[in-house]
């Protein structure tokens, strides 16, 4: 099992959604993508993301100016 890190800090939709996707398309099943980001709407839209993807929300910490969302595959 790995873990991958998407550090999208600085950046506004769509690409913090966009980058999580190709590193979700990149990962096994079973491993963790940790996604760091600093903008709110995607704080929000990411796990909106992981739950129509159907794959399991890990956590979810910090502001909604500073984040980190993991997600397993």
Do not use: F, N, Y
Request: aromatic letters at 2%; proline letters at 7%; one cysteine or more.
């Amino acid at each position: 099992m790995a873990q991958m890190r998407v550090d999208v800090r600085g950046e506004t939709c769509p690409i913090p959604l966009v980058e999580m996707r190709k590193a979700l398309r990149k990962a096994a099943p079973g491993d963790v993508v940790e996604v760091i980001g600093t903008h709110p709407a995607s704080r929000k839209e990411i796990p909106m993301a992981v739950e129509a993807l159907e794959l399991e929300l890990v956590s979810i910490e910090g502001t909604d100016s500073d984040w980190t969302i993991r997600i397993r595959r």
